[in-house]
């Protein structure tokens, strides 16, 4: 579906530092063995493939070289050694560069960018994958970003990533991303110019892990995890065919007040924590629940089921890290509920109190949002195999404000949610305060769940 025009390696500006190092700390490899992130931003711009040639994609290299300045780890890779006891680094040297893919396509553009169910697979041709991992004798060294522009002639361009989920969480891929489209718009000319526009975005990322590394020794525990699992370094590969329909959702602000009214109005007792974030994730578990019998499932009554998603850390350890940190710093939070319990006439309710009692518990909770983390991998473990829902990204981490100078992306898409029961929940792009709830399911399931 997309024809390659132009394979190239980007490099991050001449000024930028010889060489750059981070140390993995537990917060990243809690996501090792996880597939990579990729991830789609649909523009409409109707433009000729010459202007896209030899206007846009120089630009998008000049700039990218730029910002890449500002992002030198992830220009960088992870380098796994050899020898046991030595933990794994992100490291930057000069002559690194970004895998860069600019590309064609004569699909119709508003079907891919539709609310409608599609077939996940249209989508791949316009994600980027990771550079193959290296090897020598001492270490295994693997790349962590990769990007693809493509061409919708007349119609749009679609701007593809993937990132290795050990080196960035969502919060610093928006901030990447954000930067680069900042970058791109103003177009200086120099690497010194770019300073000031992205101090006052609040783009510039925070590198110090002083506060972020080694909580109770929890580096080596988690290190050990990883030995102990005999996880790979590259991340596991996307099987294609997916065999699957992806479909977007839309919960508009004042369905969001309304089912908080009425959860109100049921429950008597303290919900917890009454976030729009809850509502729509309960709504969604509890219409994946109703479902199942519609789809041919027979799933026991007293079968346990999982509401899973993360929390940013950043702001709630002690002390406190910037908004602005590079790297992973994720906490899982988990809601637990019996399959009778989600699908019956009060699931609703349930569902939102279990979700709001998961948060206050775990972000919330008194002793701080690290209490209980060494016990992490074993907790989530019970869960491998059940009957479970994954949320991928937050309402809080938003890529429609990055404009690239051709206005908002038209639709942003998480390929990330076809393995496994994950979903994606983001911000609305059309509607205020509204949320977005991706999902990607096998033809049977999707059709029950669009009708409950």
């Not at 399959?339 to 002793?367: R, S």
Request: hydrophobic share 40%.
């Amino acid at each position: 579906m997309a024809t390659i025009l132009q394979q190239s390696e980007i490099s991050p500006g001449p000024d930028s530092a010889p060489e750059f190092s981070l140390p993995l700390v537990f917060f990243d490899m809690l996501w090792h063995g996880f597939a990579a992130n990729q991830c789609l931003l649909f523009f409409e711009f109707p433009c000729s493939k010459s202007h896209f040639l030899e206007t846009l994609v120089p630009d998008h290299k000049s700039s990218l070289s730029l910002t890449l300045s500002q992002f030198l780890p992830l220009v960088g890779k992870i380098i796994y050694p050899r020898k046991p006891g030595n933990k794994p680094v992100l490291h930057y040297e000069s002559g690194n560069s970004v895998s860069f893919t600019v590309s064609e396509s004569t699909t119709d553009l508003k079907l891919l960018t539709g609310n409608r169910p599609r077939k996940c697979d249209e989508l791949y041709a316009f994600a980027p994958h990771l550079p193959p991992a290296t090897s020598s004798e001492n270490s295994v060294s693997c790349p962590v970003l990769a990007l693809q522009v493509t061409l919708f002639p007349g119609q749009g361009v679609c701007i593809g990533s993937v990132t290795h989920h050990v080196v960035a969480d969502a919060s610093t891929l928006v901030s990447f991303v954000r930067a680069w489209a900042l970058i791109n718009r103003s177009r200086p000319n120099r690497a010194d110019n770019i300073h000031d526009p992205l101090t006052q975005g609040n783009l510039l990322l925070f590198y110090d892990r002083k506060f972020a590394t080694n909580h109770n020794v929890l580096d080596e525990i988690y290190f050990d995890v990883i030995v102990e699992s005999s996880c790979h370094a590259e991340p596991p590969p996307v099987e294609i065919p997916i065999n699957k329909l992806r479909a977007t959702f839309v919960v508009k602000k004042e369905e969001i007040q309304k089912l908080k009214n009425f959860i109100l109005g049921k429950c008597r007792a303290s919900i917890g924590h009454l976030s729009s974030f809850a509502i729509v994730s309960a709504l969604v578990w509890v219409c994946s629940a109703k479902s199942a019998p519609l789809s041919g499932e027979d799933v026991p009554d007293d079968e346990p089921e999982y509401f899973c998603f993360v929390a940013d850390c950043r702001e709630r350890l002690n002390p406190p890290l910037s908004a602005n940190y590079f790297g992973n710093c994720l906490a899982p939070v988990m809601a637990e509920l019996k399959h009778a319990e989600v699908k019956g006439d009060d699931g609703l309710v349930m569902a939102t109190k279990a979700i709001g009692g998961a948060i206050k518990e775990t972000i919330y909770n008194e002793k701080g949002i690290l209490n209980g983390v060494e016990k992490w991998p074993e907790e989530y473990k019970k869960v491998f195999g059940k009957r479970q829902i994954a949320v991928a990204g937050s309402p809080k981490f938003d890529f429609y404000p990055a404009d690239f100078g051709w206005g908002k992306p038209k639709k942003f898409e998480g390929l990330f949610i076809d393995e496994g029961g994950s979903i994606s929940l983001c911000k609305s792009r059309a509607f205020e305060g509204a949320l977005e709830i991706g999902l990607s399911k096998e033809t049977v399931h999707m059709d029950a769940f669009t009708s409950v």
